[in-house]
Nanobody
């Protein structure tokens, strides 16, 4: 199983980025997917979750209304559209597959390598 995250970069505050996570999971459409982020010196924190079918999503309060998680089960890819970015969104963003329990905790079975997002003020 491989998760390949991409789309990070440097952006000014107020800008947008779209992260992608391509999954080499044969049963991708059966797996819930999540995005987490980790800033230097901080713990990894929940950003967003999407159910296997895409019919249910959850977003952290800190990103609600600005970020949107989505998925394409034909392309085996999950996305994170990030709008109105703030300097405090700066972190390494990780995609994850198949939560072991609580979707808000980083207890997922599979993780991508992370992609850096830097928001300048």
């Amino acid at each position: 199983v491989q998760l390949q995250a991409s789309g990070g970069g440097l952006v000014q505050a107020g800008g947008s980025l779209r992260l992608s996570c391509a999954a080499s999971i044969r049963t991708f459409s059966s797996n819930g997917m999540g995005w987490f982020r980790q800033a230097p010196g901080k713990e990894r924190e929940f950003v967003a979750y999407i159910s296997s079918s895409g019919g249910s999503t959850r977003h952290a309060d800190s990103v609600k209304g600005r970020f949107t998680i989505s998925r394409d089960n034909v392309k085996n890819t999950v996305y994170l559209q990030m709008n109105s970015l703030k300097p405090e969104d700066t972190a390494v963003y990780y995609c994850a597959a198949r939560p072991s329990g609580n979707i808000y905790t980083p207890l997922y079975n599979f993780w991508g390598q992370g992609t850096q997002v830097t928001v300048s003020s």
